[in-house]
């Protein structure tokens, strides 16, 4: 297999996850303009009350630019946690959040945990 350190380092900047309704994805950099937002909730659940949160509040920095959400995390890593789903671990970096939305005639529509 060839290694390449550049596509290694592509790959690692397009590295996505996904816990539930709510999709992560590795960034480069926050766009010019982000505005810190407080709290370590990155969705509520409006039907349950549940949300996706990060466990270590202090290890984590939000950001929004318009109506996107952006996720830093500034620890070695930190948990992401949901009453439904499994833990999942985040290193150290710069991620983007997005809700998955799903496709109805009339509109697209934010899928609700």
């Not at 982000?34 to 409006?46: F, Q, S, Y």
């Not at 509040?57 to 949901?82: C, D, M, P, R």
């Not at 009453?83 to 939305?101: D, F, K, S, T």
């Amino acid at each position: 297999m060839f290694n390449n350190s550049n596509n290694f380092q592509a790959n690692k900047a397009s590295v996505l996850y996904r816990h539930g309704d709510v999709l992560i994805r590795r960034i480069a950099s926050l766009p010019v303009g982000a505005v810190r937002r407080i709290g370590a909730t990155l969705a509520h659940g409006e039907i349950t009350g549940h949300s996706h949160r990060i466990q270590q509040s202090n290890a984590v920095q939000l950001w929004v630019h318009g109506s996107e959400l952006f996720l830093e995390v500034k620890e070695a890593s930190a948990t992401l946690v949901h009453e439904e789903h499994r833990a999942i671990e985040l290193p150290q970096g710069l991620y983007r959040v997005w809700r998955q939305r799903e496709y109805r005639p009339d509109a697209y529509v934010e899928v609700m945990d």
